[in-house]
């Protein structure tokens, strides 16, 4: 059974710096795609940065430049490093996972193409 567990959430004023932690169990992120998605109140879903499981990685260019994803293989853990954050930066966080597209050139970046969500984690950047 896979399970997603986010941290490392938490209220920055703008400019500041967070990494987001997301633990898993139940799979393997060497063989599993692995990605990041916010939800801002009143807004959808999106994607905006994604890992595969050759390392080849992806970005929003709404956060391109500003944020850095990257995986610990041996403790199973997805990180979002996110430095110059905005105020328009403020949703929950969420991490997800898929068995598909681990390997090759095409990391997915749509929420459905993903199979295993976490619950979140808040991200809150004040001007």
């Known amino acids: 059974q896979v399970q997603l567990v986010e941290s490392g959430g938490g209220s920055v004023q703008a400019g500041g710096s967070l990494t987001l932690s997301c633990a898993g169990s139940?799979?393997?992120?060497?063989?599993?795609?692995m990605g990041w998605f916010r939800q801002a109140p009143g807004k959808e879903r999106e994607g905006i940065a994604a890992?595969?499981?050759?390392?080849?990685?992806r970005y929003a260019d709404s956060v391109k430049g500003r944020f850095a994803v990257s995986k610990d293989i041996a403790k199973n853990t997805l990180y979002l490093r996110m430095d110059s954050l905005k105020p328009e930066d403020t949703a929950m966080y969420y991490c997800?996972?898929?068995?598909?597209?681990?390997?090759?050139?095409?990391?997915?970046?749509?929420?459905?193409?993903?199979?295993?969500w976490g619950q979140g984690t808040q991200v809150t950047v004040s001007s």
């Open positions: 997800a996972a898929t068995p598909h597209y681990y390997y090759g050139s095409y990391v997915p970046l749509f929420t459905t193409e993903y199979n295993y």
């Open positions: 139940g799979y393997s992120n060497r063989n599993y795609c």
């Open positions: 890992i595969n499981g050759i390392g080849r990685t």
